[in-house]
């Protein structure tokens, strides 16, 4: 292949995958808006038409901010590659009187902040316009900015070490240096299912012991005939940030901890609080966790492969704005093949989206029928609708854009499932 066809082809994908979102946010905004006025009946009875407009412009509110979102990481993508901007920061990089290992974590450095500065007003349109609007947002701008400032120490602390290793490992491990990337990429993973627990998830947020009483008794209980072991159960300050509620299993191996945010135990009652737990439960128990790691770490593995050989072909950099090409068979800076890798990868691997999309929803099923083998499917169904409601879920997703991005079933689906599973009845608390 030469640098302008696979110029070409990248740009024709660029296109394609622009058009493709912008199709999909469209549709979805005029599916939820021909549908704000009307609850759809399997909700009608627990859902007041308010509530269903509220979720409806919502999404809505959301769809849009996401256009603009995208048409701008679009016109970034096009600069930093075929219109030179990975060969800009790479030729100042060069100036710079260090080590070429050095320089390219200059270079990937640069990366990052061009687009993290490109994306911060919209993450914080997102958090004092759009969900500051919708009574959701109990974040300040000191909190905000705290948070930034917390996530990029995070992000350099644990981030450096992995960057330099792999750079290091693609420029002396030879021939298959990314066999050796994967390996410490797959015990990074590792390593941060270990730390976010206990170190890194407690910088953000307080972590308290789940009190005493019914909800605690029924999930101690539900553990106990699951057979499951965890450290501890706790409720998260997720109010100080956000309206919204959750749940969710944390950690790895003894250490893992069941995690409940405030809001969503003052909004459940005991019997939903136990179901939502059998479902998450049931992620674990059905070994949903470890398959979804198989899989990463299989793609992780392609991923790393294909990059292995792209960075030894002369018109892959060429193809991209990069002057300075690879000779045949050898890498050029394995920082510029990386942040050239990164920014492109996404571009193609977008129509697997729906792939993952429909994995991720059979994974949910089989969680909601866990939870009705092991509480009540009629608690989980009532705690689900009340968390459509508390968090303004839209109940009448397009089609096509739900087989896209959700990695949940449409509400509408799910509840019909629920109610064609039998098993117990909640239990006295």
């Known amino acids: 292949m030469t640098a302008t066809a696979f110029s070409l082809l990248f740009v024709a994908a660029v296109a394609m995958t622009l058009a493709a979102r912008l199709w999909l946010a469209r549709r979805q905004i005029a599916h939820v808006a021909a549908r704000r006025?009307?609850?759809?009946?399997?909700?009608?009875?627990?859902?007041?038409?308010?509530?269903?407009?509220?979720?409806?412009?919502?999404?809505?509110?959301?769809?849009?901010?996401?256009?603009?979102?995208?048409?701008?990481?679009?016109?970034?993508?096009?600069?930093?590659?075929?219109?030179?901007?990975?060969?800009?920061?790479?030729?100042?990089?060069?100036?710079?009187?260090?080590?070429?290992?050095?320089?390219?974590?200059?270079?990937?450095?640069?990366?990052?902040?061009?687009?993290?500065?490109?994306?911060?007003?919209f993450s914080w349109w997102q958090t004092f316009r759009v969900e500051e609007r919708f009574g959701f947002n109990r974040t300040t701008l000191g909190l905000w900015l705290s948070d930034l400032a917390k996530g990029v120490a995070v992000g350099i602390v644990l981030g450096l070490p992995i960057t330099l290793l792999a750079l290091w490992l693609m420029g002396h491990a030879g021939a298959l240096w990314w066999l050796w990337v994967w390996v410490a990429w797959m015990g990074f993973q590792v390593l941060l299912l270990v730390l976010f627990p206990t170190v890194i998830a407690p910088l953000f947020n307080k972590f308290s012991p789940m009190p005493e009483g019914p909800a605690r008794q029924r999930i101690e209980r539900l553990l106990a005939r699951c057979d499951f072991a965890a450290r501890g159960l706790f409720v998260v300050d997720g109010s100080k940030r956000s309206g919204h509620g959750n749940a969710y299993f944390t950690g790895f191996g003894r250490a893992r901890r069941v995690v409940f945010f405030d809001t969503l135990l003052a909004r459940l009652d005991p019997d939903e609080i136990e179901a939502v737990l059998a479902h998450e439960l049931g992620h674990f128990k059905l070994r949903h966790v470890g398959k979804r790691v198989a899989w990463s770490a299989a793609l992780s593995l392609g991923f790393l492969a294909l990059l292995a050989f792209l960075a030894t072909q002369p018109w892959f950099y060429g193809g991209l704005g990069f002057a300075a090409a690879a000779v045949p068979g050898a890498m050029a800076r394995p920082g510029v093949a990386l942040a050239l890798f990164m920014l492109v990868l996404p571009v193609f691997a977008f129509v697997l989206g729906p792939v993952a999309a429909l994995y991720s929803r059979r994974h949910e099923f089989e969680a909601d029928a866990f939870a009705a083998q092991h509480a009540s499917a009629a608690a989980l169904t009532l705690a689900l609708v009340k968390m459509y409601e508390d968090n303004a879920s839209t109940l009448t997703p397009d089609p096509l854009h739900s087989a896209f991005y959700d990695s949940h079933p449409p509400a509408a689906l799910r509840v019909a499932r629920l109610a064609t599973l039998a098993g117990p009845q909640p239990q006295p608390a």
Do not use: C, N
Not at 46 to 69: C, F, M, N, S, W
Not at 83 to 93: D, E, F, K, P, V
């Open 37 to 121: 006025d009307r609850v759809p009946e399997a909700f009608a009875a627990r859902i007041g038409v308010p509530a269903h407009a509220k979720a409806a412009d919502y999404t809505v509110a959301k769809q849009k901010l996401g256009i603009v979102e995208t048409l701008v990481d679009t016109a970034l993508l096009l600069l930093l590659t075929a219109g030179g901007g990975i060969a800009m920061l790479s030729a100042l990089t060069e100036r710079v009187d260090v080590s070429p290992i050095w320089r390219d974590v200059l270079l990937l450095a640069g990366v990052a902040v061009v687009s993290g500065a490109v994306g911060l007003p």
